[in-house]
């Protein structure tokens, strides 16, 4: 019996017990050998989440810093395109302003991304593109496959947000022609908040800008990792990196494939209750862009406010998360990223149908037992 709310959030995740007991030990040297062990292990454990065989290396700093990473070592003074359909895909695109010369090809948020102004804009000489795999805060899923093609058709570089997708969901980073992909780690990894990681293709080491950041110097991060021990540039954090190796240790444990069938099947259990209580879900997907597995973006019905809602599920003991800035009010979320399982899946589903009746909101069916019949 855990004293701490279940956090059934698109991040931070529940971590599980090896992994929070990594961090308690006593401080070693970055330098040593240990250090490099672990940071090489960890690198050759996260290539199968990227679907890559290229350099990954861990950044001291949450997805942010990834992203920022990505756009400043490859996109500074280039012609950028950013495709939008949700807050993390505008965060890059205000990222990529920030560096380069970035236009925004813009969606409504939750709604499919536009693939036919996305191949105008490469026709006319974009030379990088970015995107979000799985756009959190819609809980849409959108084609990198597809972006991939096109991006790779007219020479031009993809970076892709994996922060809710890696360790999640499938991801196929070098297949999919992504130069640049990136995760965070307290989401569909289970590591506690605070590291990234990102994997370089040799196209994008290629197209490496002169003027780079200084403490997110991509290059500079190659070199320390090329050394034996292998290093990072600046102090790491440490136990950060400590916990992250015992959570892709338990990942490697239960076997990617196994994951993500878990991942979609908690996915299914959560869309298999919407519908039987009559709500619907948010974004609209249309055969290339899907529903994502790893978060559930849920319409607020008419009449019931977002604070009644969630505030109940929450005196139950569990977290979900609501809408980020003009979803606010508009949609729920529930995580099912990391380190959940059915029981979690369940009590989240029992307080949600409970709270909804508590709103105001009369639940058509049991949701309970749909989400039940998708877990056995
Ligand atoms: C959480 C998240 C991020 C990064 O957010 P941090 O607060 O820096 O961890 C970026 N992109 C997506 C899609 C996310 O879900």
């Known amino acids: 019996m855990e004293n701490e709310p279940l956090l059934m959030l698109p991040g931070p995740v529940p971590i599980p017990m090896t992994v929070r007991a990594a961090m308690t030990r006593q401080a070693i040297n970055h330098r040593g050998n240990e250090f490099g062990r672990i940071y090489a292990e960890c690198t050759r454990m996260l290539r199968p989440l990227f679907g890559t065989k290229n350099e990954i290396f861990v950044l001291s700093g949450s997805g942010t810093a990834a992203m920022e990473a990505a756009v400043a070592n490859f996109g500074e003074g280039r012609a950028i395109a950013s495709l939008v359909n949700g807050k993390f895909g505008e965060r890059l695109y205000r990222i990529a302003k920030r560096y380069g010369n970035a236009r925004e090809i813009g969606s409504e948020w939750g709604e499919p991304l536009d693939i036919a102004g996305l191949e105008r804009s490469l026709e006319e000489g974009t030379e990088v593109v970015t995107l979000v795999h799985n756009e959190t805060s819609a809980g849409i899923r959108n084609p990198a496959e597809e972006v991939g093609r096109l991006t790779s058709k007219y020479g031009a570089l993809l970076i892709m947000d994996g922060i809710t997708s890696i360790g999640g969901d499938l991801v196929e980073a070098d297949r999919w022609h992504v130069d640049v992909a990136f995760v965070g780690s307290q989401k569909c990894l289970a590591a506690p908040a605070g590291l990234s990681a990102i994997s370089v293709s040799p196209r994008a080491w290629k197209m490496l800008c002169e003027d780079r950041p200084y403490y997110l110097d991509l290059d500079a991060y190659r070199k320390s990792?090329?050394?034996?021990?292998?290093?990072?540039?600046?102090?790491?954090?440490?136990?950060?990196?400590?916990?992250?190796?015992?959570?892709?240790?338990?990942?490697?444990?239960?076997?990617?494939?196994?994951?993500?069938?878990?991942?979609?099947?908690?996915?299914?259990?959560?869309?298999?209750?919407?519908?039987?209580?009559?709500?619907?879900?948010?974004?609209?997907?249309?055969?290339?862009?899907?529903?994502?597995?790893?978060?559930?973006?849920?319409?607020?019905?008419?009449?019931?406010?977002?604070?009644?809602?969630?505030?109940?599920?929450?005196?139950?003991?569990?977290?979900?998360?609501?809408?980020?800035?003009?979803?606010?009010?508009?949609?729920?979320?529930?995580?099912?990223?990391?380190?959940?399982?059915?029981?979690?899946?369940?009590?989240?589903?029992?307080?949600?149908?409970f709270s909804l009746r508590r709103a105001g909101f009369g639940v058509k069916g049991n949701g309970v037992q749909a989400a039940c019949e998708m877990l056995v």
């Open 225 to 353: 990792a090329s050394k034996n021990p292998m290093e990072t540039p600046y102090t790491p954090a440490v136990p950060l990196f400590l916990a992250l190796h015992e959570a892709l240790i338990v990942i490697e444990k239960e076997g990617l494939t196994q994951r993500i069938e878990r991942h979609r099947r908690l996915a299914r259990a959560v869309r298999a209750a919407t519908e039987a209580w009559g709500l619907a879900l948010y974004p609209k997907i249309d055969g290339l862009h899907e529903y994502s597995n790893t978060v559930t973006a849920i319409e607020i019905p008419e009449r019931v406010k977002d604070k009644d809602l969630r505030g109940m599920v929450k005196k139950l003991g569990i977290e979900i998360a609501g809408g980020q800035d003009r979803l606010k009010e508009r949609i729920f979320r529930i995580g099912h990223m990391g380190a959940v399982g059915a029981p979690e899946m369940l009590s989240t589903l029992s307080a949600v149908e």
